[in-house]
């Protein structure tokens, strides 16, 4: 308990899913949480409950794809809190479809959401974090941002991007010797709400059926089973914490042991 004691969260897509579960542990274990997300009442609702607990917690709406809300959303975060020492740079959408059919307004309203918004949170939340003597900032990427997925083209290559570009912000925070560090989280296959917003199931070809994270899991995932959000929020939680102040420029790999290597059940 108290790993985050002391420090100051903000956790953007945090209404549901990996996000609320993120700003949940992180309030638990101490943080003052700053939650973002567009959808107002689930985000009042996530705050209400942290409160109820016993934690500290404000909620902003937020679309992440707007650089004027960013500049707004962090001093907000400083005059009620003071500080930011962690940013959890969650939003993120998933829009599946072949490369041959998905549109290109589709294919830049993902990179809008989940590389755009993750450049903006950097560029406005690395001052606050240089102004508070340091920090950990976590992008959440995906096992898709490690390999390649049928149907899914379009998001593998937003979280390949989140994955080189935390890369390539913790070097140069380290050039500059502000004490932030920076890490990607590459959850595998989660129990969370954005399966049911995939519109498509590759395998079977039934147009706008939802993909079941328990039946792909128990094909694909060594341990057979879906992860939680609460698993991700853990790894979260370690990379937030003074425990992983070694630890900058990698990745975090919360799969079930899919990246582990070629797998078939027998």
């Not at 549109?103 to 993750?118: E, P, S, W």
């Not at 990607?184 to 296959?189: F, Q, R």
């Not at 995939?198 to 879906?226: C, F, G, K, Q, Y």
Request: some cysteine; glycine content about 12%; hydrophobic content about 45%.
């Amino acid at each position: 308990m108290g790993q985050a004691t002391g420090k100051v969260a903000l956790v953007t897509g945090a209404a549901s899913g990996i996000g609320a579960a993120c700003a949940m542990l992180l309030a638990k274990e101490g943080a003052r949480v700053v939650a973002t997300d567009i959808d107002a009442g689930r985000g009042v609702e996530l705050v209400e409950a942290i409160r109820a607990a016993g934690g500290q917690a404000i909620f902003l709406t937020q679309d992440v794809t707007e650089e004027h809300r960013w500049s707004e959303v962090v001093a907000e975060a400083e005059t009620t809190f003071g500080r930011l020492d962690v940013l959890v740079s969650n939003a993120g959408v998933g829009l599946a479809a072949p490369v041959v059919e998905m549109t290109l307004a589709d294919f830049r309203k993902q990179n809008a959401i989940n590389l755009d918004g993750v450049f903006l949170s950097c560029k406005h939340c690395i001052p606050a974090m240089r102004r508070a003597g340091g920090g950990s900032i976590i992008l959440m990427s995906s096992v898709a941002g490690l390999r390649g997925a049928v149907g899914l083209a379009g998001y593998c290559a937003t979280k390949g991007g989140v994955r080189f570009f935390g890369k390539a912000v913790a070097l140069e925070c380290a050039a500059a010797g502000d004490k932030i560090r920076c890490n990607t989280v590459h959850p595998g296959i989660i129990d969370t709400p954005i399966w049911g917003k995939i519109p498509l199931d590759a395998e079977t070809s039934r147009a706008n059926a939802p993909m079941d994270p328990h039946a792909i899991a128990h094909r694909s995932v060594p341990l057979e089973r879906a992860g939680t959000a609460d698993d991700i929020a853990r790894g979260v939680l370690w990379l937030a914490s003074d425990a992983s102040s070694y630890v900058s420029g990698t990745e975090l790999v919360i799969d079930g042991g899919m990246m582990a290597g070629a797998f078939f059940r027998t």
